[in-house]
């Protein structure tokens, strides 16, 4: 059997694993034998629990599904570590390790490529190849936990891709990685960032994960957040809000809106002044993120003044707002910079 045509196990709940060691002529039990080593990151030659005959039998018609590491970039300036990985078909994807005093935290990538095109992120003006199955999501934080010799504890789903474009995918991986069967992460310590798919909102809402939802928000003027984020023509910001709202009411959880700062274009007294009345009354926080400079986008960060003054005015009104911690800015740590500096070398070859 080709390894396109192999079940990958890590895109398994623990039920369809019985289902399917079963459908092998192998005790159920086996099951959670097999669950417990692929979360460690063990392949399944390594599953010694396993007879060398059902390890063969297991390897003829699944493989674990675990990425493989292309490359790894280690800052020199803090301890955030970039993973490049390589998918089974040869697509790459990227996350990122970052240590804070609570803990390790992962943001890790949901698509290869992205449809969304903002203008803004180093995954524009790269070719969308594909959805990443629940495994894949799984897998980098696995690859990384072993790799590193860690547990992460915290999760991002703030990598290349939109995580509500994936829906159907994200929702199997969030379930997956907080069963206790999984790796068992608190939907709590979970955030899931999307640029405004409104429908999807308000599913995610009904789903009982009470993960924190990170709207990128960027501007709160319509036609202005449309230029940057095309999704705004199709959800403007009457829409969206109304979805926060709702996901507010239904989870108890407060939303979280990143805010990209882009010197002479979303950093003015005007917009600050903006945003605060469209977010009175939204249980909610402001996450304030000098820009990050990207070739070809032309935008620039502004000043650390103009951010400390658009903080300043969003307290004033009452808004809760912080200015994000840059980490990893010597390895290209911004989402798709890596995957973008590898696929131009490659082609340019």
């Known amino acids: 059997m080709g390894e396109d045509a192999k079940i990958r196990l890590l895109d398994l709940d623990l039920t369809e694993l019985k289902a399917f060691v079963r459908s092998l002529n192998m005790p159920e039990y086996r099951a959670g034998q097999i669950m417990g080593r692929l979360?460690?990151?063990?392949?399944?030659?390594?599953?010694?629990?396993?007879?060398?005959?059902?390890?063969?039998?297991?390897?003829?018609?699944?493989?674990?599904?675990?990425?493989?590491?292309?490359?790894?970039?280690?800052?020199?300036?803090?301890?955030?570590?970039?993973?490049?990985?390589?998918?089974?078909?040869?697509?790459?994807?990227?996350?990122?390790?970052?240590?804070?005093?609570?803990?390790?935290?992962?943001?890790?990538?949901?698509?290869?490529?992205?449809?969304?095109g903002c203008k803004f992120c180093a995954s524009s003006g790269i070719a969308f190849s594909r959805d990443l199955t629940p495994g894949e999501i799984l897998g980098q934080i696995i690859a990384v936990n072993k790799f590193k010799n860690i547990r992460i504890g915290h999760i991002v789903i703030m990598g290349i891709g939109e995580p509500l474009d994936n829906y159907d995918n994200i929702i199997k991986f969030l379930k997956i990685v907080t069963s206790p069967d999984g790796l068992n992460i608190s939907a709590r310590k979970i955030s899931l960032s999307t640029c405004g798919i409104v429908p999807n909102i308000f599913r995610l809402a009904g789903e009982n994960i009470p993960v924190t939802l990170s709207v990128s928000l960027h501007n709160p003027f319509d036609e202005e957040r449309s230029e940057i984020m095309p999704v705004n023509k199709r959800f403007p910001l009457d829409e969206l809000f109304a979805a926060c709202r709702e996901y507010v009411k239904i989870t108890g959880r407060r939303v979280t809106f990143e805010y990209s700062l882009i010197a002479g274009v979303n950093d003015s007294r005007r917009h600050a002044g903006e945003l605060a009345r469209r977010l009175s009354h939204l249980q909610c926080h402001v996450n304030l993120?000098?820009?990050?400079?990207?070739?070809?986008?032309?935008?620039?960060?502004?000043?650390?003044?103009?951010?400390?003054?658009?903080?300043?005015?969003?307290?004033?009104?009452?808004?809760?707002?912080?200015?994000?911690?840059?980490?990893?800015?010597?390895?290209?740590?911004?989402c798709g910079q890596l995957r973008k500096s590898v696929i131009t070398e490659e082609t340019q070859q």
């Open 39 to 116: 979360l460690i990151g063990d392949d399944i030659e390594n599953i010694t629990t396993l007879s060398k005959a059902d390890r063969e039998r297991l390897k003829e018609a699944a493989v674990s599904g675990i990425p493989e590491i292309m490359l790894v970039r280690e800052s020199k300036l803090d301890e955030t570590v970039k993973f490049l990985f390589k998918l089974y078909d040869g697509v790459l994807v990227e996350c990122v390790l970052m240590k804070y005093n609570y803990g390790y935290s992962v943001c890790v990538s949901s698509q290869a490529g992205c449809r969304m």
């Open 289 to 334: 993120i000098p820009v990050n400079k990207v070739t070809g986008t032309g935008f620039e960060r502004p000043d650390r003044s103009a951010i400390e003054r658009f903080k300043g005015y969003l307290e004033e009104k009452g808004i809760e707002a912080t200015v994000r911690r840059e980490l990893g800015r010597d390895i290209s740590a911004a």
